[in-house]
């Protein structure tokens, strides 16, 4: 099992945390993260909506939330609302732990 720089995609925040994501939407089933984008720095996740009207969007910010175990209210999309890179940042996260979690789900693989 190879271990992957998931710490590249993540900075702090005064309040929380910055995650770099790498989104495809529109996929058969949702995947927070599918797995790292080592060229980008960038933490690939697989999302079923479409890329219309924001709803890939908000699915990004719940699936997220949940995964990170926090109210969907402390996720924000701060860039990249239109394209496929986007930074996310979670509130009251501290980032050694979202480093722990993410680091976890892609290494399952």
């Not at 479409?50 to 701060?78: C, D, F, H, I, M």
């Not at 996260?93 to 789900?105: G, K, N, R, T």
């Amino acid at each position: 099992m190879i271990k992957l720089p998931i710490s590249d995609a993540v900075r702090k925040s005064p309040d929380g945390v910055f995650i770099d994501i790498e989104v495809t939407p529109g996929t058969k089933t949702a995947q927070v993260p599918s797995g790292y984008n080592t060229w980008r720095k960038r933490i690939e996740v697989r999302l079923s909506e479409a890329a219309q009207k924001g709803k890939a969007n908000q699915q990004l910010l719940e699936l997220l939330a949940s995964v990170l175990g926090v109210k969907v209210s402390e996720v924000t999309l701060v860039s990249g609302p239109t394209t496929h890179r986007k930074t996310v940042h979670v509130r009251g996260m501290d980032m050694e732990h979202v480093v722990e979690l993410l680091s976890s789900l892609v290494d399952k693989d």
